[in-house]
């Protein structure tokens, strides 16, 4: 009997043993799975702003490029007004997004420091997580930057020293997109007023200078000194033009 009542303290405990083993492979298995989605999530996420970024990149330069190549048609200067309007419109949401990723990655961060700490078997793989989501907010922060780099650079091709124009004067740093108009409205006055003595001078003064000219032409020929040959030979005693 002694035998037989010792040995079922020692069977119960096994069988608690084993139960307790099952449930923790299940929980790691869990935790396993939960890991792999975070991170093909993450992978995924960088990936998509990696190509943002790419293409923030290349609209920097075509739009640094384009500040030698400016026309100075009003069609023109509508048509870069719209499309720096469309770039802005579409940098202001990357900062509330990156936010909202941050915020996103540090919950996930908190679940995955709870789970560690009823789980102490699996630390080395929650610490390589941890590692990973440090990384990816690296990432997201370099391409905060460089998005608000870009928003400046736009910024400042548009009006990098203020208004002109309108018969203000524009200084020698007042070159940015809004400042083309501007030189507009001071270059048209002048403009206007020069066609205005073109025409002037087109309807009213040629006239006269062409009457004048003509008279020149068919007028006498008048001799200073009777013993002096004629100077030009013309026709009934004209000159000839």
Not at 8 to 15: I, L, N, T, W
Not at 125 to 132: I, K, Q
Not at 198 to 212: F, L, R
Request: proline share 3%.
């Amino acid at each position: 009997m002694t035998a037989a009542s010792a040995a079922r303290p020692y069977a119960s405990d096994v069988e608690q043993a084993r139960y307790l083993d099952r449930w923790l492979k299940v929980w790691i298995l869990l935790l396993t799975v939960v890991v792999i989605v975070v991170v093909v999530y993450l992978i995924f996420i960088t990936q998509s702003l990696a190509s943002i970024n790419k293409h923030l990149g290349a609209t920097t330069s075509a739009v640094v490029g384009a500040g030698n190549h400016v026309q100075t048609l009003p069609g023109q200067i509508n048509q870069i007004n719209a499309s720096l309007t469309t770039i802005n419109t579409a940098l202001i949401p990357i900062h509330g997004q990156a936010g909202q990723i941050i915020s996103d990655l540090t919950s996930i961060n908190s679940s995955l420091t709870a789970v560690n700490s009823s789980l102490i078997d699996t630390s080395g793989l929650l610490v390589n997580t941890s590692g990973s989501l440090v990384n990816t907010s690296g990432v997201l922060t370099n391409v905060l930057a460089t998005g608000g780099a870009i928003n400046s650079t736009l910024i400042q091709a548009n009006l990098p020293a203020g208004n002109c124009g309108n018969g203000t004067v524009c200084g020698a740093n007042q070159l940015g997109v809004q400042n083309i108009w501007q030189r507009l409205t001071n270059a048209n006055p002048v403009l206007v007023s020069a066609r205005a003595d073109t025409n002037n001078v087109g309807n009213n003064e040629v006239p006269s200078i062409n009457t004048s000219l003509i008279g020149i032409c068919n007028g006498p020929v008048v001799t200073l000194v009777d013993s002096l040959p004629s100077l030009v030979t013309g026709v009934n005693g004209r000159r000839a033009c």
